[in-house]
């Protein structure tokens, strides 16, 4: 520890830490640009000057960049010195000499890191008065949009879009007083992280576009705290709301989960809120006249009267809303929703995670790997966020040598500039070629046997108690001896899989290498699908297989389905018999789907924006979600749907529902302590969705009704749905919005970090369900090697970022991203089958009539016998099992367009 | 100077540029460490590195052309467009500038009838600035070519152009 003085304060701060990083958790103000927490000093913009004193003598001082400055114990410093506030003032005035001079029309107003450094620094008059340099603009696809006038060139985003983000199409060209930061020709920025530049660019180069087009200042954004549902990560967001209408997503910082990033999914997905897809209305045989309370009574009715029901839960529901249907159902009436694949897939991992003694580790923690082992998974496109974070651990090995050389980590361009053959030790064991192949150390190309199979042989090699696979090539041998020797010198190996490969086997197999590992602290994590995938394993329920059979076979008669797309989850034959089967079906959604087509009732549910849950992420971290803005009647949450249709129900409130949800199952205990509940007061008031200076509340709605409406009530949560009462200081899990006074922008955060980058002050939000314990055996069930049958290939579902979640995809700037109806195909098998890119293949089930006819995408890196799709896109919801096809080349006169046979 | 244009347009790299920027491929660990000398091995077959050129080029280094375009309009002395034979480099560094060098520049640009940039009708000269070439104490100083001329006054500007 070293004691500072400050302007004649005494401070204790650590050795060797950056001054500007201190200064700024210690809560003064000190400007700057180029430095950002998550990517360290440059010292490029000489906007953190200090005065810095030789010793108790020195009067006079000179000027350091706080940012550059290590701390160092008996350190004297002064911001407020007349030298380095005049400089800073100078020097932001020379900044500015080629800014515009209309921030009222720039959308970075109101939250913009230029304006308050601006205001910091001091510089209020304008002096130049000659010719601006002024740049053209590109279009950078449907995220982002381009202001480049508005530059200082502080270097961020190229900071963080290609040394962080490991992105290569945004770049910097020219040079002194004339850079410009773009791509080389117009198009979409490639990155899945772009969003970030829009928090990242301290000025209003870089906005949403998506914000573009409804857009309102941060002020008049009504917020509260809110958790992603586009991943199994649960990255923490602050969605902000205008006029009904949820108007876009940006980060809220989770010093353990997301920190200070998003991904572009996560960001830019949330148009489906808005849609006109949306279900408003209870529909009864399609018909709009029944009231809600009528359709209340005809569900508890039809609880009442009907021979059997049974209620489908969902991955993208809340615990609270599955665990009414299970309730109003009964225990035993409760199916999970899932396939049998997903089940069995998320069974074995909460059974690993629950029992098996391995840490799983937030993403704070997986940037701490020395070793990482991926497997199977393409984490860029199924677990996003988590791929930022491995993209952190590759640089370990570097910070080792620079810490070695006394070089603080802090010091990004040093640091970057130790360009050596020493990397971290990372490999990816995948279906083909991931987004993480730059950062991969070897990289392997399998089918999932295959994978599973290398993952055997590794933990053998780790521990010859391990069970070993017979019958492997002296290259996978070789590979798995020296992917081994890596992970057992690592000190915090890091082992990653998940559901995206359907495997069993390749699951349980990086369970035996996290298990033969000898360190102490390693770590093994699994990506889930879906928000709340993990929350329903430990939950528990029937498949949905079992759901069909009680139908089927007429145990039961009716059917409750909650926010669930059963055509997502089975084939279109035995979801159509399933729902024709069914004397009632009650479908409970927001967006128009199949599903919800077939329903006799169907119940309009509010989303993620306009209701309150709890969701658990894969690593067992439960979240609370709160309502940004009131819903209109008739649409409700789906809890309050289900339990409004429990007569005698005690649950009249969320938190009644959340604690009997806590109380029923032991591994939840603790999700009634996620967040302080409904009667939280702050300084004797409910939390404020709204910024004290929110406009207009008064007229916004006067032309509907020119008298002034009484906001709506929040019975179930600590917020308001107001401006009045205080948000600083108030728990970070009820943090609606990141600012304090001088800091309008996200880059507040600092102000309530317990150090810059460390936890929230209070505990960063969330609390984690499951702890290791126990120690499972090993797994022996080792598949045996994959082989391509001649004139059979087997569907590999390939998720997308953009376009296997279902949700995002309603939102069209995502939509505009997806990927094409595709399949991709090894080329020697495209030779054997006589086509070339694009050639139509015509795809069928064995014994069967076509499915689907897609142009062929030729993929070196994919194995001989498998067919990779996108998974999951609307048109392929027939081709995404991990089933074997037969493949036909369609002659080319055929109109070239795909299409599905359903 | 249109169909000049269209003749230095070429598409990818020659054997003969692909066959120089791989040797010096061979002389680094890492490719992109070849940036500058790559685009300096274009320009000299080509007088300039066209799109197409840089793309090819990025190719070659294992870079996207966004990264390769950084470099190469970092560098004063790598021509992202067409150039006249010879390029007339004047310095409009601060003792230059003192002495005269605006002059300099409007002289030349008359003279020629171009705009900085831009490529003389006959093809034969383009005028671009430069920071200090490394003799304050002749200044106003420009480059033709190669050549260095000192303390050019404004019938040096005609003399330089006569010849
Ligand atoms: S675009 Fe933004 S982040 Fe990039 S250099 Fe300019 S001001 Fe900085
Ligand atoms: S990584 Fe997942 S949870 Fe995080 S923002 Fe992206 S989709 Fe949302
Ligand atoms: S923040 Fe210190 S120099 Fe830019």
Redesign the interface.
Known sequence: MATIEIDGKHYEAQDGQSLLAVCLSFGLNLPYFCWHPAMGSVGACRQCAVLQYQNPEDKRGRLVMACMTPVADAMRISIEAVPASQFRRENIELLMINHPHDCPVCEEGGECHLQDMTEMSGHTFRRYRGQKRTHANQYLGPFINHEMNRCIACYRCVRFYDDYAGG????????HNNV?FG???EGALENEFSGNLVEVCPTGVFTDRTFSAHYARKWDLQTAPSVCIHCGLGCNTAPGERYGQLRRIINRYNGEVNGYFLCDRGRFGYGFVNSPERIREPLLDGRSEITPQAAVNYLDNLCQTAKGVIGIGSPRASLEANFALRTLVGEENFFLGLNDIEHTLLSTIFNILRNCGIHTPSLREIEQADAVLIMGEDVTHTAPRLALSLRQSARNATFDLARSLKIAPWQDAAVREL?T?IKTPIFIASVCATRLDDIATDTFHGSPEDIARLGFAIAHRLDDQAPAPELMSDAENSLATAIAAELKQAKCPLIVSGTSCASIAVIQSAYNIAKALPSKDKQLTFTVPECNSLGLAIMGGGRLRQAFERINEGVADSVIVLENDLYRRAHSQTVDLFLQSAAHVVVMDSLRNKTAEQSELLLPTATFAESEGTLVNNEGRAQRYFPVYAVSEPVRGSWQWLTSAMEDSEWRHHDDLTAACAQAFPDLAAIAQVAPGAAYRFKGSKIPRQPERYSGRAAMFANINVREPAPPQDLETPFSFSMEGVTAQVPPALLPVIRAPGWNSNQAVNQFEEGVEGHLRGGDPGMRLIEASGNLAWFNDIPSAFKAEEGQWRIMPLPHIFGSEELSLHSAPIAERRPAPKILLNPLDAQALGVVNGDRLEISRSMETAIATLPVQIETTLPRGLLGVPAILPENQQINNPERVTLKKVAAEAENKPEIFL | MKELIEKQKFTGLSAAEVEEINAEISHY??KSAVSIEALKIVQKYRGWVSDECLIAAAELLD?????L??VA??YNLIYRQPVGKTVIHYCNSVTCWMLGAEKVRQRLCEHLHVELGEMSDDGAYTVLPIVCLGACDHAPVVMVGKELCLDVIENTVSEILGR
């Open positions: 290569n199409d945004l770049q910097v060209f020219g040079m410009y791509r080389f020709e360009k053959q | 660990e890492d870079m996207s052309p966004a990264q375009e950084g309009t970092f």
